[in-house]
């Protein structure tokens, strides 16, 4: 059995870019910075960056071009493609990336990464951000059908729990 799976949690690096296909399919590229933090020999902290640049097709294209910006915390999931073609000049060229079909949005809603610290960009335990995946229609991120509405939610402290309150 093989596997062809990349789960990466970053900033985007710079606003998408959304584009239809001559077929008439949306296309949205970005790309995302990940950062590794270790100890070199000399016990010195050396950061090393990564940019992963990220295609997400069709409707979750179309929610990734409408919602993210530049500096915004996200997850995505997808699967690893190399891309080769040859350049105007005769040169061979090639890219990897990564294939969106998960996204889920790690900031609030309205917050910029100018004024965000820390320990604000973490959502609190009561608050759910939306995850989107591929084929999921537009509209329906974090949708809750009428009855999970309905139902009151336990007041922190109690000693219920419920089957929604567990996290898997």
């Known amino acids: 059995m093989d596997v062809n799976r990349a789960t990466i949690v970053g900033r985007l ?7 239809v296909t001559p077929n008439g399919v949306n296309v949205t590229s970005f790309s995302v910075a990940t950062n590794f933090v ?15 640049n990220i295609v997400t097709w069709r409707k979750l294209a179309e929610i990734a ?3 993210l910006k530049r500096g915004q915390r996200v997850l995505i999931e997808g699967r690893l493609q190399t891309r080769s073609w040859e350049a105007n000049d005769g040169t061979k060229r090639q890219r ?3 294939v969106g079909d998960n996204l889920i949005m790690l900031d609030r ?6 004024n965000r610290d ?30 999970q509405q309905q139902q009151p939610k336990p007041k922190a402290g109690s000693d ?9």
């Open 109 to 114: 809603a309205g917050q910029s990464s100018a």
């Open 38 to 52: 270790y100890k070199n020999q000399n016990g010195e902290k050396v950061e090393q960056v990564e940019y992963h």
């Open 118 to 147: 820390d320990s604000q960009s973490q959502p609190s335990p009561t608050e759910e951000m939306p995850s989107i995946q591929a084929d999921q229609p537009v509209g329906q991120a974090g949708a809750q059908s009428p009855e």
């Open 65 to 67: 071009a409408q919602y």
């Open 96 to 98: 990897t990336e990564i």
């Open 160 to 168: 219920d729990i419920s089957v929604e309150d567990i996290p898997f």
């Open 13 to 19: 690096t710079r606003d998408p870019e959304s584009r």
